[in-house]
């Protein structure tokens, strides 16, 4: 029997802010992220992570889902760009290079429109190019590259409406 962990972070806040600007709600889920390929070393860090991926797809749902829509989406698995590399003196630094080290998000999703399912899917989302593109977020942030990973699947699925490539 295979044991399934979900950690739900719920799209409240986009319930919340009221008629100021019509948005829908993204609720976000993560299934089994203990077993995720990258989401960080520790599961302080990996729960850090994965609210800041959380909270990123509320704001984009936020911005460009209408009101009364809601979005359901389980995480299956985050592979984060780079790889660690251990420090002589204690901890870790991320190294990024092209390759192997593009961020991957696999993803399963589900858009309600009045009551109906208007779109479902499952993917693995890559950035193929993510080092080759002029960067959305600051070099602090530490998930830039995955945040316009996010941004780019996003704007496709359910702004352009574009299906996902076979």
Same mark, same amino acid.
């Given at each position: 029997?295979?044991?399934?962990? +979900? %950690?739900?972070?719920? &799209?409240?806040?986009?319930?919340?802010?009221?008629?100021? +600007?019509?948005?829908? !709600? /993204? *609720? $976000?889920?993560? $299934?089994?992220?203990?077993? =995720? #390929?990258?989401? &960080?070393?520790?599961?302080?860090? @990996?729960?850090? @992570?994965?609210?800041?991926?959380?909270? +990123?797809?509320?704001?984009? &749902?936020?911005?460009?889902?209408?009101?009364?829509?809601?979005?359901? !989406?389980?995480?299956?698995? $985050?592979?984060?760009?780079?790889?660690?590399?251990?420090?002589?003196? &204690?901890?870790? %630094?991320? %190294? /990024?290079?092209?390759? #192997?080290?593009r961020p991957r998000i696999?993803? @399963?999703?589900?858009?309600?429109?009045?009551?109906? %399912? #208007?779109?479902?899917?499952?993917?693995? /989302? /890559?950035?193929? *190019?993510?080092?080759?593109? !002029?960067? *959305?977020?600051?070099?602090?942030?530490?998930?830039?590259?995955?945040?316009?990973?996010?941004?780019?699947? =996003?704007?496709?699925? =359910?702004?352009?409406?574009?299906?996902?490539?076979?």
């Open positions: 029997m295979q044991l399934r962990t +979900h %950690v739900l972070i719920s &799209g409240c806040l986009a319930a919340t802010l009221g008629s100021a +600007h019509a948005a829908g !709600i /993204v *609720n $976000v889920s993560f $299934v089994a992220p203990e077993r =995720f #390929v990258d989401a &960080g070393e520790a599961p302080r860090d @990996r729960d850090d @992570r994965l609210k800041l991926l959380s909270q +990123h797809l509320q704001s984009l &749902g936020q911005r460009h889902l209408a009101d009364g829509q809601t979005l359901k !989406i389980e995480i299956l698995d $985050v592979d984060l760009a780079g790889h660690l590399k251990p420090l002589r003196r &204690g901890g870790d %630094v991320r %190294v /990024v290079r092209s390759g #192997v080290d696999a993803l @399963r999703y589900e858009l309600e429109a009045g009551g109906q %399912v #208007v779109q479902r899917g499952e993917e693995s /989302v /890559v950035d193929l *190019n993510f080092l080759g593109r !002029i960067p *959305n977020y600051g070099a602090s942030d530490q998930l830039r590259y995955e945040k316009r990973l996010l941004d780019d699947w =996003f704007k496709q699925r =359910f702004v352009e409406q574009r299906p996902a490539s076979a």
